[in-house]
């Protein structure tokens, strides 16, 4: 049976996937005391894992939330993003956002984008008074091997499964993704994340933009187009 009979779930990334940039590293870039490059030595070096990283860097934050809601304003995304989420919405694709950034930011900046109804997977971002913030981790798991602040493979495998034998799409680029690219029956990756895919023999395809994702989407969920190589592992989803 081809893979475009299949139910398909997305779950997409948001900094550096829907975002040209991190958004989280611009905030903490123009409001952040300087020591947060210090907490991100020590998360890059392997010393601390992402959650732990965020949440000091969070606390490291001086901005009020007015200026911080006026400088997420500007922030740029993918403008063919919507589009991808209109096909998505015509081939009946339920899609989520997971991220390991901030929560307030990625709605903020789907409502002002028109997707805000997506659901949104992310680390709780909550203002405190004054200049002061606190990150809060809704989604974290103490088994997350990432140690990330949202453990994106627990979401990927736990997430409502009722529609008929779902596959799972992962679309993303970083090392947050790293985990979901292993639950995922296919990854639309770029970036480290393409690298990664590369390195475990993943089954995946390389994208640039959302345009090129919808062309992707295609090659799974049409029995016209080409069909991209299936996951091996995903046999036991096609002879159910």
């Known amino acids: 049976m081809g893979w475009w009979r299949m139910v398909w779930r ?10 040209p940039h991190d958004t989280a590293d611009l905030i903490l870039e123009r409001f952040a005391e300087p020591e947060w490059r210090s907490v991100e030595d020590e998360w890059r070096k392997g010393v ?3 959650r732990e990283c965020m949440a000091r860097q969070t606390g490291l934050i001086r901005v009020s939330e007015t200026a911080l809601d006026d400088f997420v304003a500007d922030l740029a995304i993918d403008p063919t993003f919507p589009e991808f ?7 009946a694709l339920p899609v989520a956002i997971v991220s390991d950034g901030f929560d307030r930011v990625i709605r903020a900046i789907a ?3 028109g997707f805000g109804a997506v659901p949104v997977f992310a680390n709780e971002l909550t ?4 200049d002061r913030w606190r990150l809060g981790f809704p989604w974290a798991k103490d088994s ?10 627990t979401i990927v495998t736990t997430s409502d499964r009722r529609a008929r034998r779902p596959l799972n799409l992962l679309i993303g680029d970083g090392r947050s993704d790293f985990c979901a690219a292993l639950e995922a029956d296919f ?15 993943l089954p995946h395809c390389a994208f640039a933009t959302f345009e090129e994702a919808t062309r992707l989407l295609a090659m799974l969920t049409d029995p016209i187009a080409q069909p991209l190589a299936p996951h091996p592992q995903s046999e036991r989803a096609t002879n159910a």
Do not use: P
């Open 10 to 19: 997305v779950f997409v990334d948001f900094d550096g996937t829907i975002t």
């Open 48 to 50: 601390i894992g992402s």
């Open 85 to 91: 989420l209109a096909d998505c919405q015509k081939r």
């Open 111 to 113: 409502r002002r984008h």
């Open 127 to 130: 203002f405190m008074g004054g």
């Open 144 to 153: 997350c091997g990432s140690q990330s602040g949202t453990c994106k493979c």
């Open 187 to 201: 990854v639309f990756a770029k970036k480290q994340l393409l690298a990664r895919c590369h390195e475990q023999g």
